[in-house]
Nanobody, 124 residues
Framework: QLQASGGGLVQAGDSLRLSCRAS??????????VGWFRQAPGKEREFVAGIGRRGDITGYSDFVKGRFTISRVNAENTVYLQMNSLKAEDTAVYYC?????????????????WGQGTQVTVSS
């Protein structure tokens, strides 16, 4: 089970930090790469950022590169998404997802486990 949290209503230019926490389920969190995706109303779910299971490999979509930072603390079973300089177009429900591979993927159908999503709303 993955649980995303940390969303909220902020103004353009503000920051938020999202968390994706894995509950104890017998699975070893450090065996899973994690991706963050987002879905705005009327749009498809899109890749935002990903991190390998060791935390040493990360990747971002062009529209968040330089503003968002993904990180993980395996001892806490948690992946973070630090979002700075938020824009109105970042408004969406943000989801985290896990896959049992070394590397993350930019394709949503390559993930096995999904969190429930957390709403991020950025007012301009």
């Amino acid at each position: 089970q993955l649980q995303a949290s940390g969303g909220g209503l902020v103004q353009a230019g503000d920051s938020l930090r999202l968390s994706c926490r894995a509950s104890a389920s017998g699975r070893t969190f450090s065996n899973y790469a994690v991706g963050w995706f987002r879905q705005a109303p009327g749009k498809e779910r899109e890749f935002v950022a990903g991190i390998g299971r060791r935390g040493d490999i990360t990747g971002y979509s062009d529209f968040v590169k330089g503003r968002f930072t993904i990180s993980r603390v395996n001892a806490e079973n948690t992946v973070y998404l630090q979002m700075n300089s938020l824009k109105a177009e970042d408004t969406a429900v943000y989801y985290c997802a896990g896959r049992r591979y070394m590397w993350y993927s930019r394709e949503r159908n390559e993930y096995d486990y999904w969190g429930q999503g957390t709403q991020v709303t950025v007012s301009s």
